[in-house]
């Protein structure tokens, strides 16, 4: 997956966790919430999309915790309960956005299947949501303190594996 030291990603869809490796070493780990549709790459579907993956770009460095975000764009909100009851029913991407770029030409890229056209990101959401169980749109949600500090760790071009790899040993 990995070079001997390179920065990856691995994003367990079925143990709700993403673990940040150097090489094959764990450096951090974090639950998270994928898709409540399950696992899937066909646009529209609103399922987390599988396989390699690159992050494309880093959305909201420097942003106040909380900080909204529309459109990749910060409203200049921060997200309190006031603001959740006016738009009970919006999904909150906050803080920060790791938009992610699929790299399997076919599956994860490409006509219909497309990871950046889908706008799938790792990003934060209200810290009261349900972390750990499957409940987002397609997206790989974080707790807030939890997308900063691995936003910090990662770069452009960092590689990011979502699914069940069952030759690392990561328990």
């Known amino acids: ?14 143990r709700q966790r993403l673990t940040l490796y150097a090489g094959a070493a764990i450096v951090a780990r974090w639950p998270v919430s994928t898709a409540l549709n399950g696992a899937g790459e066909q646009a529209d579907s609103g399922c987390t999309p599988r396989g390699e993956h ?7 460095d420097g942003c106040p915790m909380g900080t909204v975000f529309v459109g990749r764009r910060p409203t200049g909100e921060i997200c309190d309960e006031v603001l959740r009851g ?6 909150w991407i906050l803080t920060r956005i790791l938009w992610l770029t699929g790299i399997e030409t076919g599956f994860n890229r490409g006509s ?3 990871s950046l056209r889908r706008f799938i990101y ?15 749109h397609g997206c790989v949600r974080m707790r807030n303190a939890d997308i900063v500090d691995l936003f910090d760790r990662v770069r452009s071009g960092t590689r990011v594996y979502i699914g069940s790899l069952p030759l690392v040993d990561d328990d």
């Open 1 to 14: 997956m990995a070079t001997e030291h390179e920065t990856w990603i691995h994003v367990d869809i079925e």
């Open 54 to 60: 690159r992050i494309r770009l880093r959305i909201g």
């Open 86 to 91: 006016a738009f009970p029913d919006r999904d």
């Open 112 to 114: 219909g299947c497309d």
């Open 122 to 136: 790792i990003h934060g959401c209200p810290d009261d949501a349900p972390i750990g169980v499957p409940l987002s």
